[in-house]
C-alpha cells in the first residue's frame, strides 16, 4: 500500500483522492470489503448520485445502479462497495429508511449471488415416441 501512496503521489497532476485509484487495486490492498444491497432507487438516481450520497460514511469502492440491458432504465436497485466493516455498518444505520432523490430508500447487506441454474437450456430433442405395438 506504501508504494501505490508513493506511485500516486510521485505522478504529474495527481492528488490521493481515492478516485484515482482503480478499485480492484483497493479491494487487494484492503483486508476487508463490504457490499450493500441499496432498494428503492429512484430511476432518476445514478451510479455517480449513489457514491456521493454513501461517500459521507467511507470510502466507496464501487456504486452501481442496476439497469434493465434492454430499455436502458434503472431497475431501482443498486449495490454499494464500502472499503470497510466499519464504514459499511455506519451506512446501513443511517442511510436505511432515508429519502434519496425524492424515494425512501431501503439498505441492507448484499447476500452472494446464488446458482439459479439459469443460462441456456439443455437441447435434449424432440420427445420420445411409444409405439405400443
Known amino acids: 500500500m506504501a508504494l501505490l501512496r508513493r506511485a500516486v503521489r510521485s505522478g504529474p497532476g495527481l492528488s ?13 490492498c484492503r483486508a476487508l470489503t463490504t457490499k450493500l444491497f441499496v ?3 429512484s430511476f432518476y438516481t445514478t451510479d455517480k448520485g449513489l457514491q456521493e450520497a454513501f461517500s459521507q460514511y467511507g470510502q466507496v469502492v464501487e456504486a452501481q445502479v442496476v439497469s434493465d440491458r434492454v430499455s436502458d432504465r434503472s431497475k431501482g436497485f443498486g449495490f454499494v462497495t464500502l472499503a470497510s466493516l466499519d464504514e459499511a455498518h455506519k451506512a446501513v444505520e443511517e442511510m436505511n429508511g432515508k429519502a434519496l432523490n425524492g424515494r ?3 439498505v441492507d447487506y448484499a447476500k452472494p449471488k446464488s446458482d439459479y441454474g439459469g443460462g441456456m437450456p439443455i437441447a435434449r430433442g424432440p420427445p420420445n415416441l411409444k409405439n405400443d405395438s
Open 16 to 28: 490521493t483522492s481515492s478516485s484515482i485509484i482503480p478499485p480492484a487495486i483497493v479491494i487487494s
Open 104 to 106: 425512501v430508500i431501503f
Open 39 to 41: 432498494g428503492g432507487l
